[in-house]
Nanobody, 123 residues
Framework: QVQLVESGGGLVQAGGSLRLSCAAS????????MGWFRRAPGKEREFVAV????????SYSDSVKGRFTISRDNAKNAVFLQMNSLEPEDTAVYYC????????????????WGQGTQVTVSS
């Protein structure tokens, strides 16, 4: 089991940037693929981005491609989501998750979730 703690959310104006962090526990962090998901008010949770354990493979949802960048630092047991050119439609609670791998462009075999961090983008 991996314990995940997100941070870095907040309130930002449209066009601004935020960087989310997810700190993970455990010695086997590098063996997990990591993903970011989000849940907007009144909507179901949706996939945002995923990165393989090595960091060599990444994939994004069409709605964030070109604006968001996922990265990881295995030495620090952390994964990040750099969000640029934010839009009001990006307002949501953002969750990081640990899984078995990258499959069909998403996170496969999700094992653990963080508690989420709120991102609010004002127009």
């Amino acid at each position: 089991q991996v314990q995940l703690v997100e941070s870095g959310g907040g309130l930002v104006q449209a066009g601004g940037s935020l960087r989310l962090s997810c700190a993970a526990s455990g010695r086997t962090f590098r063996t997990y693929a990591m993903g970011w998901f989000r849940r907007a008010p009144g909507k179901e949770r949706e996939f945002v981005a995923v990165i393989s354990g090595s960091g060599f493979t990444t994939s994004y949802s069409d709605s964030v491609k070109g604006r968001f960048t996922i990265s990881r630092d295995n030495a620090k047991n952390a994964v990040f989501l750099q969000m640029n050119s934010l839009e009001p439609e990006d307002t949501a609670v953002y969750y990081c998750a640990a899984g078995n791998g990258v499959r069909r462009g998403s996170l496969d075999g999700i094992r653990d979730w963080g508690q989420g961090t709120q991102v609010t983008v004002s127009s």
